[in-house]
């Protein structure tokens, strides 16, 4: 069956990077739109960056400049790239599989979750 495991969290100074992963069995991401989504503390969870089949990516606007997704096709794995973190990045980071090659920001195309890594930054 599908599963999305992330991993890479931790906590940080303000200032400083970290890598999420997330690594996927039971299907291929090559064919899929991977997206990375957040959730703090009070707050609803919001898209943070997609990445499709052929690897056209899109950033939400808090973090444009700061983040980076990527994947790598032959280890099944897809990856969030975070410097220059700042408290307001603290949350739970979840990787999730979309429906279709291409990517959405709505999240009730993404029917496979991964059980989230917790990402604190202090400042």
């Known amino acids: 069956q599908v599963q999305l495991v992330e991993s890479g969290g931790g906590s940080v100074q303000a200032g400083e990077s970290l890598r999420l992963s997330c690594s996927a069995s039971?299907?291929?991401?090559?064919?899929?739109?991977m997206g990375w989504f957040r959730q703090a503390p009070g707050k609803e969870r919001e898209g943070v960056a997609f990445?499709?089949?052929?690897?056209?990516?899109s950033i939400v606007d808090s973090v444009k400049g700061r983040f980076t997704i990527s994947k790598d096709n032959a280890k099944n794995t897809l990856y969030l790239q975070m410097n220059s973190l700042k408290p307001e990045d603290t949350a739970m980071y979840y990787c999730a599989r979309g429906d279709w090659s291409y990517c959405s920001w709505r999240q009730n195309e993404y029917h496979y979750w991964g059980q989230g890594t917790q990402v604190t930054v202090s400042s």
């Open positions: 039971g299907y291929t991401i090559r064919w899929y739109c």
């Open positions: 990445i499709g089949s052929a690897g056209s990516t």
